[in-house]
T-cell receptor, first 111, second 114 residues
C-alpha cells in the first residue's frame, strides 16, 4: 500500500518557472526522502530531510517538512528541460530502509 | 565507480514460469533492497538483505524469494508467474540499514508476463 500521496499527479510548466510538488503521509517518520525518476530508468536520490528539520536546500532544490501536518513539499527553482521526470517522496514509516513511496508527480518542463 | 547494475534489462515470460533477476550493488555497499514498480505507480518494497540476512519483507506472496551472496550481490526469484507480476523490478543498495542513508537504485529489470 502507498504511504503517501503526491499532489499534483501531473504538472506542466515553462522552462525557467518554479515547480512545487507536495507530499502527504499517514504515520510518524524518522526521515523523508525525495527521488527523481526519468522515463524507463531507476530512481535518483535528491534529498533527505530528518523529522527534526523544517527546511533543507540542495542547489536549485528546496524541501520543507511539516510533521504536524504530515506533509512535505519539493520546490525546484528556475526549471530546466532536463528536470522533466517523475518525482517521488518516500518515508521510512515502517522502519529502517523499508521505504514507502507515494504515486509520484509527473513533471514536464516545456522549452 | 560503477553504480548498481541489474540484469537482464528486459525479460518476457509466460504465466506459470519462474524468473531470476540479478543485482550487483555499489562497491562497499552491504545492503540490497528490492522493489516492484507497476506502471504509473510508485515502487513497492519487496525485500531487504544486509550481510546475507533478510532484514525486511514487504507484503508479497511466498512466490517471491531472494538471497544475498558473500560478495553482497543479490537475486530475486519469482515462481508461478502471474500476469500481475508484470512490472519494473528495481534493486537499490546502501552502505548500511539505517533509514538516514539514501538508497542508490539500478535501472531495473522490466518483466513482461504474457
Amino acid at each position: 500500500s502507498q504511504q503517501g500521496e503526491e499532489d499534483p499527479q501531473a504538472l506542466s510548466i515553462q522552462e525557467g518557472e518554479n515547480a512545487t510538488m507536495n507530499c502527504s503521509y499517514k504515520t510518524s517518520i524518522n526521515n523523508l526522502q525525495w527521488y527523481r525518476q526519468n522515463s524507463g530508468r531507476g530512481l535518483v536520490h535528491l534529498i533527505l530531510i530528518r523529522s527534526n528539520e523544517r527546511e533543507k536546500h540542495s542547489g536549485r532544490l528546496r524541501v520543507t517538512l511539516d510533521t504536524s501536518k504530515k506533509s512535505s513539499s519539493l520546490l525546484i527553482t528556475a526549471s530546466r528541460a532536463a528536470d522533466t521526470a517523475s518525482y517521488f517522496c518516500a518515508t521510512d514509516a515502517e522502519g529502517a530502509q523499508k521505504l514507502v513511496f507515494g504515486q509520484g508527480t509527473r513533471l514536464t518542463i516545456n522549452p | 565507480d560503477a553504480g548498481v547494475t541489474q540484469s537482464p534489462t528486459h525479460l518476457i515470460k509466460t504465466r506459470g514460469q519462474q524468473v531470476t533477476l540479478r543485482c550487483s550493488p555499489i562497491s562497499g555497499h552491504k545492503s540490497v533492497s528490492w522493489y516492484q514498480q507497476v506502471l504509473g505507480q510508485g515502487p513497492q518494497f519487496i525485500f531487504q538483505y544486509y550481510e546475507k540476512e533478510e532484514r525486511g519483507r514487504g507484503n508479497f506472496p511466498d512466490r517471491f524469494s531472494a538471497r544475498q551472496f558473500p560478495n553482497y550481490s543479490s537475486e530475486l526469484n519469482v515462481n508461478a508467474l502471474l500476469l500481475g507480476d508484470s512490472a519494473l523490478y528495481l534493486c537499490a543498495s546502501s552502505e548500511g540499514v539505517h533509514s538516514n542513508q539514501p538508497q542508490h537504485f539500478g535501472d531495473g529489470t522490466r518483466l513482461s508476463i504474457l
